[in-house]
């Protein structure tokens, strides 16, 4: 399965469970305040508490609570578990912008050409603060730190354009730290490599 | 002599003798610091407010708005550290924490008020060294709140003295909170036991831990800031073989659980009010008391969850993924048990309800979307996007901001002896709260689709979603002006408050509003449980 996918699973699961909960104690909460209001119940009832109901609504939430967390972690194994047979690009941060290496020393600035459907892993490294590479359309993040290499990998897909951002805050232009992903179909990608650098 | 001719705290100095201004500065009366914290609290928020608002209008349109990208950085930095530091960790323990927490156990005063006093200093030094560090070598910092290294050791604005004011801001709180673990323990009513004390004192006192156990780790750490930058020790900075993830977890050692230092009050002061306003005991109170503590003791222990992405290792992340979760139930309980309140009560809406509802919607918004962001695979997507910042605003602003509010209109007639207007009330907080929707949910969305935070400029996809959300700005501190101008005004109406306007049974309305110097003129007798309303009920008029 794409980690795509499986995030996107652990999204709508955690959203849709956490929708019903929330849109429960609205109306209830909505409800009692009209239902019990003075004027139509002036005379209160003196419950101070259920123990069967409170140990109820501590052992539901721990058990969903904990499923959500075992979806969480599953989808997120599946970024971390490269597959074989990846293209490697070394990924280098720097204020403020991106540079790539590919495997045969090619070198390219704020863009980032792979093959199509191929599981491409980058690695990633800061040549000064921290920055973060960021690929939402991939749901990809990790920091670039100096001194700590780090990857991430996904798989590629149809051909097409994305947008590579930095997510972690570092410095005056930090916002306009973007690269784009071109994705290309293999004969095209592998005379892209061929070209002389920019 | 009957309990309303005894002079209020606002004519009686402690110590006696002084006077005029004098009679404030120099004060051991908890009411006094309570109130004068009150004063220097909301001047921050306002500034603070005034800057955030700058910051939505700046984002209202792509590129530059009202100003450059220099000022945009400190700004954030700015409102960032203004609200944790000056407000939202101060805000409800200190102001309402020391007016009402001894009152509430039966007692005259903190345990150590000359200490107190030095606190309310410390905060008043903090937030000076503060406006100094603005005009100072270099500015105001442009590193956001977390002052993460490398960056924040190689900008050239002026960390060190803002890191100061932080380090000052911390021995303010770490005394408050030692002030109120000695006061719960020693000072009580002789007959309290400790199920007999008010919830809002049990969320102070579990609060007042986390504030005294994991403050001086922050104290360190900042200080560890100013010495690699002033004497380059090489400990965080990776060009001399140091660890900048080490500054990460020692930061946010402190900074996690110091949201629970945020939200505890605050879930304190709505346990007070639901209850109060419902005449009706609380649901599960021993429950209530647990999950405080609960919190308190779980939420110290799930600090890495800020640090997914940081490239620490995958089994730290499963173990703070599930920690994280755990932290999620006690949480849980306490709102089913606000809402249990509710069912078979007797329900009279008020201004201060009216904000602890909202607080509940808003609040559990915030808790269930932070579910998004403690699970693993979800987290990495939205890490350090609007998400996040739609997240936290809903806990800290919709949640301890909103707890705030309520808590103000709550005791503002105790406070001063004075009633405000309730359709203005019940106006400011509507317009809050419909501006506070359109302001923050776009931020999920905007998250989701992937914008990061700290963005000074967006692309165009990210238009509408922030062009909405400066709408919603507006809208937001409208109602929180009114707000305020209608709390204001009733110093001009000058209607008098009774001692129990809303029938609420815990000892603060046992006492005359204003309170006298010693709160209690007889020593007060004690409920067998503390939201018994029988004699409240008894006492009311039948309708």
Same mark, same amino acid.
């Given at each position: ?22 849109? &429960? ?10 239902? %019990? ?34 979806? &969480?972690?599953?989808? %997120? ?56 590479? %960021? ?11 100096? &001194?700590?290499?780090? %990857?991430?990998?996904?798989?590629? &897909? ?41 | ?33 309570? #109130? ?15 800057? *955030? ?5 700046? $984002?209202?349109? +792509? =590129? ?8 945009? @950085? ?5 409102? =960032? ?44 030094? =903090? *937030? ?50 030692? @002030? ?10 002789? /007959? ?69 230092? +945020?939200?505890?009050?605050? +879930? ?45 290792? /995958? ?32 329900? /009279? ?21 932070? $579910? ?11 890490? /350090? ?57 776009? +931020? ?20 509408? *979603? ?33 001692? @129990?306007?809303?029938? =609420? ?11 006298? #110097? ?26």
């Amino acid at each position: 399965m794409d980690p795509v996918v499986g995030i996107d699973r652990a999204f709508w699961y955690i959203l849709v469970v956490s929708a019903i909960f929330l849109t &429960g104690i609205t109306l209830v909460m909505i409800y009692f305040v009209v239902r %019990y209001r003075r004027s139509r119940h002036p005379q209160p009832a003196d419950i101070r508490g259920n123990w069967r109901l409170e140990l109820l609504w501590t052992v539901i939430p721990t058990v969903i609570a904990l499923s959500m967390f075992a979806v &969480g972690w599953k989808s %997120y194994t599946g970024l971390r578990t490269v597959p074989a047979g990846s293209v490697e690009i070394q990924v280098l941060a720097q204020m403020f912008s991106w540079i790539f290496v590919y495997g045969n020393d090619k070198e390219s600035e704020n863009l980032l050409v792979v093959p199509e459907h191929t599981p491409i892993k980058l690695n990633i490294e800061s040549l000064d603060v921290i920055h973060s590479f %960021y690929l939402p359309a991939f749901r990809v993040k990790a920091d670039a730190v100096k &001194g700590l290499p780090t %990857y991430v990998w996904f798989r590629s &897909g149809d051909p097409g354009e994305f947008t590579i951002l930095c997510a972690e805050y570092c410095g005056i232009d930090h916002a306009k730290m973007l690269a784009t992903l071109k994705v290309v179909p293999r004969t095209e990608y592998d005379a892209w490599l061929e070209q002389e650098g920019e | 002599m009957t309990m309303a001719t005894i002079p209020s705290f606002f004519e009686t100095p402690a110590p006696a003798g002084l006077t005029g201004i004098r009679a404030w500065l120099l004060t051991h009366d908890h009411k006094r610091l309570g #109130l004068m914290y009150l004063w220097a609290v909301l001047f921050w928020f306002a500034v603070a407010m005034i800057i *955030g608002l700058l910051i939505r209008i700046e $984002l209202m349109t +792509m =590129g530059r708005t009202i100003m450059s990208a220099g000022v945009y @950085n400190s700004a954030f930095t700015l409102h =960032g550290v203004i609200m944790i530091f000056l407000f939202v960790i101060p805000g409800i323990p200190a102001i309402f924490g020391n007016f009402f927490l001894p009152i509430q156990l039966g007692t005259d005063d903190v345990f150590f008020p000359r200490l107190n006093l030095f606190s309310w200093y410390l905060y008043i030094l =903090g *937030g000076v060294l503060a406006i100094v560090s603005l005009f100072t070598a270099g500015g105001f910092p442009d590193t956001g709140w977390t002052f993460y290294v490398p960056f924040s050791i190689g900008t050239k604005h002026n960390v060190p003295l803002t890191v100061f004011a932080a380090f000052v801001l911390g021995m303010s709180s770490m005394l408050t909170g030692l @002030n109120f673990i000695t006061t719960v323990h020693r000072k009580r009513a002789p /007959d309290m036991g400790w199920m007999q004390i008010p919830l809002f004192t049990w969320s102070l006192y579990a609060t007042a831990w986390v504030q005294l156990l994991a403050t001086p780790v922050i104290s360190i750490t900042l200080l560890l800031v100013i010495a690699e930058r002033l004497l380059n020790i090489g400990l965080f900075d990776p060009a001399r073989g140091g660890d900048p993830i080490l500054y990460q977890h020692l930061f946010w050692m402190y900074s996690h659980p110091a949201v629970y230092v +945020m939200i505890l009050p605050g +879930m304190g002061v709505v346990s007070e009010i639901i209850p109060t306003f419902s005449r009706k005991a609380i649901f599960g109170y021993k429950a209530i008391v647990f999950s405080s503590m609960g919190i308190a003791i779980a939420g110290s222990l799930v600090w890495a969850h800020h640090m997914y992405t940081s490239g620490m290792s /995958d089994t730290a992340i499963f173990v703070f993924s599930l920690l994280t979760f755990l932290v999620a139930i006690p949480t849980a309980v306490k709102v089913f048990s606000w809402v249990s309140t509710l069912y078979k009560a007797s329900i /009279d809406m008020s201004p201060p309800l009216l904000y602890a509802l909202v607080f509940i919607y808003l609040f559990s918004v915030g808790g269930l979307t932070g $579910l998004v962001l403690g699970a693993a695979g979800t987290n990495i997507h939205v890490h /350090d996007t609007h998400f996040v910042v739609a997240h936290f605003h809903f806990t800290m602003f919709g949640g301890t901001g909103f707890a705030f509010f309520a808590a103000l209109h709550y005791w503002w007639p105790k406070m001063f002896g004075l009633m405000y207007n309730f359709r203005r009330a019940y106006i400011a907080a509507t317009l809050a709260t419909v501006g506070f929707l359109f302001h923050y949910v776009p +931020m999920f969305v905007l998250g989701l689709m992937g914008m990061p935070r700290r963005y000074y400029d967006y692309l165009p996809q990210f238009a509408h *979603g922030n062009g909405l959300a400066a709408v919603g700005a507006i809208l937001l501190v409208a109602g929180i002006v009114l707000m305020f101008v209608n709390l204001l005004l009733s110093f001009r109406s000058r209607v008098p408050a009774p001692a @129990n306007p809303w029938g =609420g049974c815990t000892l603060e309305w046992t006492v005359p509003s204003p309170p006298p #110097l010693h709160n209690f003129p007889l020593q007060p007798s004690i409920q067998e449980y503390p939201y018994d309303f029988t004699e409240i009920l008894r006492k009311a008029p039948r309708s």
